[in-house]
């Protein structure tokens, strides 16, 4: 096992088009994150899974946002109708307890033109 | 709510010298972690050293080490010996509260480290 994997690693999409963007996290971790980090800012806590039950979700992660996780293996996280300032790294990661064993993968830029 | 606040938006440090990355934070909650993060220009987040608020002791991780100050509600990173490798965005964050899996990010600053 090599990590967090995230796919793709870039995307460019034009205004209103959806992407969907998928992590596959370390076997053993239960728990999976989302984050989006925008230009020269810290990441930001998009939504949380244990298994597959997403138990947390950041009021950043508006309607057009929707993520899951079946059978609590991969993730998968889709923005309907971009907009601009959708553009950032989302960035997945995860853990089997506590954010100690956190490991992020490299992310997926996102860019909405 | 917690928060993170990183007032060094860039920071220059000569090759070998020893460099301190502050970092404040606030919560309310009684138990909460602290944890400093490495991001190089290719994008990954790299842990570095974690500090729980009832430890005693300041946490160390090889040339890092973590100046904690709880009173004063700080967690600044040492950085010893620096090398040119060390340049990147560093992350201070901390976690606690009703929401433990959740990390709370600091806005980062650019280290460089000059030879």
């Known amino acids: 096992d090599t990590g967090v994997s995230q796919d793709p690693r870039h995307k460019i999409t034009k205004r209103g088009q959806n992407v969907t963007f998928r992590c596959d996290p370390i076997?053993?971790?239960?728990?999976l994150y989302w984050y989006r980090q925008t230009l020269g800012q810290g990441p930001e806590f998009l939504t949380y899974?244990?298994?597959?039950?997403?138990?947390?979700k950041s009021r950043l992660l508006s309607d057009r946002f929707s993520a899951e996780r079946p059978k609590g293996s991969f993730s998968t996280l889709e923005i309907q109708r971009t907009e601009q300032g959708d553009s950032a790294m989302y960035l997945c990661?995860?853990?089997?307890?506590?954010?100690?064993?956190?490991?992020f993968g490299s992310g997926t830029r996102l860019t909405v033109v | 709510a917690q928060k993170i606040t990183q007032t060094q938006p860039g920071m220059f440090v000569q090759e070998k010298e020893a460099v301190t990355l502050d970092c404040t934070y606030d919560?309310?909650?009684?138990?909460?972690?602290l944890f400093w993060y490495k991001q190089p220009s290719s994008g990954e987040m790299i842990f570095l050293i974690y500090?729980?608020?009832?430890?005693?002791q300041n946490a160390t991780e090889g040339r890092y080490s973590l100046n904690f100050q709880k009173a004063r509600k700080s967690a600044n990173l040492v950085i010893s010996a620096s090398q040119l490798g060390d340049s990147a965005m560093y992350f201070c964050?901390?976690?606690?509260?009703?929401?433990?899996?959740?990390?709370?990010f600091g806005q980062g600053t650019i280290l460089t480290v000059h030879p």
């Open positions: 990661a995860s853990s089997l307890r506590d954010p100690m064993g956190y490991t």
């Open positions: 076997s053993e971790h239960n728990r």
């Open positions: 899974f244990q298994n597959e039950a997403q138990l947390e």
């Open positions: 919560t309310s909650d009684p138990s909460y972690g």
């Open positions: 500090q729980g608020s009832y430890d005693q």
């Open positions: 964050a901390m976690n606690g509260g009703t929401s433990y899996g959740k990390l709370t």
